[in-house]
Nanobody
């Protein structure tokens, strides 16, 4: 069973930055499609960013494009989400997701980390 642990959330003023980390219990990061999702109070979970096994291929939700960057460090089994120019509407619980290439039907989630942006 793959375990994902997110960290780096917190309270930040609008315009500020945070970097989220998601560390896997094994080499999942380097063998999976990795993604970040978020869920705001009263809303459904939504896609934020995704990175394919090839780190050259990424995609972002329109709402974060140009402000957020997904990256990974295979040696540390960690994927990151750098969030700049944060807005109050970015406030949510952020979740890390892994979909192993070898088992596309599998999907693993972390427990989430809270990001709160105040104006």
């Amino acid at each position: 069973q793959v375990k994902l642990v997110e960290s780096g959330g917190g309270l930040v003023q609008a315009g500020g930055s945070l970097r989220l980390s998601c560390t896997a219990s094994d080499r999942t990061i380097s063998t999976s499609k990795m993604g970040w999702y978020r869920q705001a109070p009263g809303k459904e979970r939504e896609f934020v960013a995704r990175m394919w096994r090839s780190a050259l291929t990424t995609s972002y939700a329109d709402s974060v494009k140009g402000r957020f960057t997904i990256s990974r460090d295979n040696a540390k089994n960690t994927v990151y989400l750098q969030m700049n120019s944060l807005k109050p509407e970015d406030t949510a619980i952020y979740y890390c997701n892994a979909e192993p290439i070898a088992t596309p039907s599998a999907s693993y989630w972390g427990q989430g980390t809270q990001v709160t942006v105040f104006s």
